[in-house]
């Protein structure tokens, strides 16, 4: 009988020792839910495709490495369409309780998205550069969290490096008509007036254009000095070189960030060669950092195609680097606080400085942007200029 008595205390002993341990495998297996929002297709596609296999390749790695917590994706195709943007991220949050989302792709589809997801405590990972994001005076601002370069910066060193200058007296815009386009155009006429250049004219177009003789005849009727292309479309991008060359533009033409990816030059061919501008780095000549994120990619079977990988994988560090400083269970809020409370962090995949705090969700310093010119198809570094 006392063996009995003794046998049934120490089997409950060890179930109770048994549930102990089993606790911490419990918490460590904690499931973040993700909500990734990109243009899969329609015109930034080109963007899109890439930032979503990046996502898809960082967070398996984060989970494959982590202990603490396990990171569940949920897709969304924003169709490169605001109002589709703005559904998906109703659906990501109300049906699929997101904890997170990483996206969207453009500038217009963010601002579309964002009261919803403030409005629900919801913080966003975004990979667009539109200004008015991070304006303060947006009540959505405190939750956006911006994992691009803010298109002020890039404007401001674009129209430095590539504008301003003793030959350059009179200035042309041709820009794609949404968010990213308008903003990032009107920030460079006000430069523009304050060094005491002419804006000769003003074009706009939508991304999805493919023909712009018009438009590229009239800019050169204007008699630039200089164009200013800010597009994010490739086949946009490519149908304005086009244009220029038939029509007979042949001033300099400086084109905006995210330009910089292979569909342009595999669209626009040879009338794609002296144009300059200012981005991360290219993969065309990538640093010691990018070798190690195309390592990356390559052994999961992603060839590298333009920046918006560099986008999607410091969306990636930040997120993960900030759940990784959070105790207990893993809220919008807590995320929200937990980014703002990173400070400078090593992002081992991009250069240059990157950094959220209280004060600034901008992420990007000015020396992660590098001078680059096509020159025979490549997207080369403009020796060493800054």
Request: charged letters at 20%; a positive charge.
């Amino acid at each position: 009988m006392k063996i009995g008595k003794q046998f049934a205390k120490l089997a409950r002993i060890g179930l109770a020792a048994a549930t102990t341990a089993l606790m911490p495998a419990a918490q460590a297996q904690e499931t973040v839910k993700v909500g990734v929002i990109l243009s899969v297709s329609g015109p930034a596609a080109a963007f899109g495709i890439p930032e979503r296999d990046t996502v898809q390749v960082f967070i398996d790695k984060y989970n494959a490495e982590s202990k603490a917590r396990k990171l569940e994706i949920v897709f969304h195709d924003e169709q490169t369409n605001p109002t589709e943007a703005a559904r998906g991220a109703t659906k990501l949050i109300q049906q699929d309780k997101v904890q997170v989302i990483i996206g969207p792709t453009i500038g217009s589809s963010a601002l579309a998205l964002m009261p919803i997801a403030a409005a629900a405590k919801i913080p966003v990972l975004g990979m667009n550069g539109t200004i008015s994001l991070t304006d303060s005076k947006n009540s959505f601002a405190p939750w956006y969290f911006r994992s691009s370069i803010n298109d002020e910066l890039i404007v401001r060193e674009t129209m430095r490096r590539g504008v301003f200058g003793p030959t350059h007296k009179r200035i042309a815009f041709m820009y794609q008509e949404d968010a990213y386009g308008k903003g990032s155009t009107e920030y460079a006429e006000k430069l523009a007036k304050e060094r005491g250049i002419e804006v000769v004219a003003s074009v706009a177009a939508p991304g999805n254009a493919i023909e712009l003789s018009a438009a590229a005849t009239r800019i050169r009727n204007a008699k630039p000095d200089a164009v200013l292309l800010w597009a994010s479309s490739p086949a946009m991008g490519a149908a304005f070189l086009r244009a220029a060359h038939q029509v007979g533009l042949s001033v300099p033409i400086v084109a905006s960030a995210a330009l910089a990816q292979r569909p342009l030059v595999d669209a626009a061919g040879a009338t794609a060669e002296g144009v300059m501008l200012v981005s991360l780095p290219h993969w065309d000549e990538p640093t010691p950092k990018l070798m190690k994120l195309e390592a990356v990619l390559r052994e999961a079977g992603k060839k590298p195609a333009g920046f918006g990988e560099m986008l999607a994988v410091t969306a990636v560090v930040a997120l993960t680097s900030a759940i990784d400083k959070i105790n207990g269970p893993v809220t919008g809020e807590k995320l929200r606080d937990a980014l703002e409370g990173l400070g400078q962090i090593d992002n081992p995949y991009v250069d240059g400085r990157f950094s959220f705090s209280k004060d600034s969700h901008e992420g990007f310093a000015d020396d992660a942007l590098k001078t680059i010119v096509v020159k025979n198809g490549k997207f080369l570094g403009a020796g060493g200029a800054r």
